[in-house]
């Protein structure tokens, strides 16, 4: 478990399980950014049992708020190269959006995966026009790396996606 300020970052419980399948299939609230695509809940629910959303290659947490409250979920998983690791992140509500949240939750995943693994890289991926996204990056020490044109299929349309990245190096100087 890591624990900020405002929010808890944590595994799934088998507890959750009803709740968080619920939110996450939630098309309305994926808004401009998320695929449509989702997963049935009873692929969701055979997947937690197999390994808990807990895998080498990926690892899914929820966010909750000071008064347990899943309010998001942030994940980290296989990046192109073996030194890298990507996060991805989503908050379930927008009206709780710009409040330091995923902002807090993502610096905890950050210093994390540092603390914890040999990686030498961690990367974030935003539409370019997803301001909030795009500030979360930055908050956090990451670098606007460029653009990788058309790289995602979202809603019907291909979209281009902003590349973040923040090195081991500029991580242990920002903790100075």
């Given at each position: 478990m890591l624990k900020g300020q405002l929010c808890t970052v944590r595994h799934l419980l088998t507890a959750d399980l009803n709740t968080f399948i619920a939110l996450a299939n939630d098309l309305p609230s994926r808004g401009?950014?998320?695929s449509t695509h989702f997963k049935s809940p009873e692929t969701m629910r055979k997947e937690f049992m197999q390994h808990g959303f807990v895998s080498e290659d990926s690892e899914l947490f929820v966010i909750e708020d000071a008064l347990h409250h899943?309010?998001?979920v942030i994940t980290h998983f296989k990046s192109r190269t073996p030194v890298s690791r990507e996060i991805g992140y989503r908050l379930f509500d927008t009206e709780l959006a710009g409040r330091g949240y995923v902002t807090e939750?993502?610096?905890l995943m950050v210093d994390y995966l540092f603390n914890v693994y040999q990686y030498h890289r961690l990367e974030l991926l935003s539409a370019p026009e997803n301001v909030g996204s795009v500030r979360i990056a930055q908050k956090c020490g990451f670098q606007a790396e460029g653009v990788a044109r058309?790289?995602?299929?979202?809603?019907g349309r291909y979209r281009d996606v902003a590349v973040f990245s923040l090195l081991r190096p500029?991580?242990?100087?920002?903790?100075?």
């Open positions: 401009d950014y998320f899943i309010i998001g939750a993502c610096q058309q790289a995602f299929f979202i809603q500029e991580w242990e100087a920002r903790r100075l």
